[in-house]
């Protein structure tokens, strides 16, 4: 699955661009990381994704709560990452923004998830 863009899609709009660089700053767990450029469409959801990255080291049933309620809102109209041309598409457990970093959890058993 080495790819040098992948796009972050929710409901047929492209949210950003990820470009793996092969560097791995998060190393609590294996999942794919990237550098990352938003598009005009992440602006109605940036928020969601900044406030989802703060309840990440909160641990407490009001927060993990909200945070739940975050990925429901941000998963509804379909959430995924896919290759540009549409060919290979991965559904995700999450993907967070922070630091300049986007990291991500593929679910390979999904099947919705197409691997080339």
């Known amino acids: 699955m080495r790819r040098s863009e992948w796009r972050l899609t929710r409901g047929g709009e492209v949210l950003a661009v990820l470009r793996p660089d092969g560097r791995q700053l998060v190393t609590d767990y294996p999942c ?3 550098e990352y ?8 959801v940036r928020r969601l ?3 989802e ?3 990440l080291d909160v641990d407490s049933v009001p927060e993990n709560d909200e945070w739940a309620d975050i990925w429901e809102e941000l998963q509804a109209p379909g959430l995924f990452v896919e290759s540009p041309d549409g060919r290979e598409r991965l559904d995700i457990l999450w993907i967070h923004f922070k630091g300049g970093r986007a990291w991500w959890w593929p679910l390979y058993n999904s099947p919705q998830t197409r691997l080339g």
């Not at 450029?37 to 109605?44: G, I």
């Open 49 to 51: 994704f900044e406030r």
């Open 32 to 34: 794919f990381e990237a």
């Open 37 to 44: 450029e938003t598009t005009d469409a992440f602006e109605p």
């Open 53 to 55: 990255a703060e309840l």
